[in-house]
T-cell receptor, first 114, second 114 residues
Framework: EAEVAQSPRYKITEKSQAVAFWCDPI?????LYWYRQILGQGPELLVQ????????DSQLPKDRFSAERLKGVDSTLKIQPAELGDSAMYLC????????????FGQGTRLTVV | DQQVKQNSPSLSVQEGRISILNCDYT??????FLWYKKYPAEGPTFLIS?????DKNEDGRFTVFLNKSAKHLSLHIVPSQPGDSAVYFC?????????????FGQGTILTVHP
């Protein structure tokens, strides 16, 4: 069964360091999402790609976060510098077209900033 | 401004009985609603969805009901099984900003006792 792949599964980093997460969506899925889930809350959208283009990054803290999907396939989310409040689960999801199709999530990356 | 709310943080049910999880929303532009199930340290798994033009969708033990006038949806699980114990998130799509973006509730922890 096709899955959304994410790495690493867990990451511990010191504050002010840089950290990066990688996501490989389900093959053929044009839409890719990065969500952040803080413990006790629901996931919140950080950035949405349609192929290689950003269609929504209104909730992305652009002073420290960046995201790219250069060839419209896999994607990288970067934080620099990391802050204590960035500790959360970072979830990648993909869907066929982003419209009338369900989003499928990867297992996530658990980030702890110390 | 939380547009999707799950007001019950937790629910405890006996095995074999019905579990009813509730969700309220405020944005009338939402056109599609989904339920996701999440185990600890894993990403959300899609369960069932419903379009805003329907009032009921059924899939095996899972049924989702939508009351548009009340801006309320519910997920019924019958019969409940211990393996259903997880966090359940409702999500809504189409908030008027970017198509495909999902807005999640805070989640409800379901515990099914043997």
């Amino acid at each position: 069964e096709a899955e959304v792949a994410q790495s690493p599964r867990y990451k511990i980093t010191e504050k002010s360091q840089a950290v990066a997460f990688w996501c490989d969506p389900i093959s053929g899925h044009a839409t890719l999402y990065w969500y952040r889930q803080i413990l006790g809350q629901g996931p919140e959208l950080l950035v949405q790609f349609q192929d290689e283009s950003v269609v929504d990054d209104s909730q992305l803290p652009k002073d420290r976060f960046s995201a790219e999907r250069l060839k419209g396939v896999d994607s990288t989310l970067k934080i620099q510098p990391a802050e204590l409040g960035d500790s959360a689960m970072y979830l990648c999801a993909s869907s066929l077209q982003g419209g009338n199709t369900e989003a499928f999530f990867g297992q996530g990356t658990r980030l702890t900033v110390v | 401004d939380q547009q999707v709310k799950q007001n019950s943080p937790s629910l405890s049910v006996q095995e074999g009985r019905i579990s009813i999880l509730n969700c309220d929303y405020t944005n009338s532009m939402f056109d599609y609603f989904l339920w996701y199930k999440k185990y600890p340290a894993e990403g959300p798994t899609f369960l069932i969805s419903i379009s805003s033009i329907k009032d009921k969708n059924e899939d095996g033990r899972f049924t989702v009901f939508l009351n548009k006038s009340a801006k309320h949806l519910s997920l019924h699980i019958v019969p409940s099984q211990p393996g259903d114990s997880a966090v359940y998130f409702c999500a809504a799509r189409g908030d008027g900003t970017s198509y495909g973006k999902l807005t999640f509730g805070q989640g409800t922890i379901l515990t099914v006792h043997p």
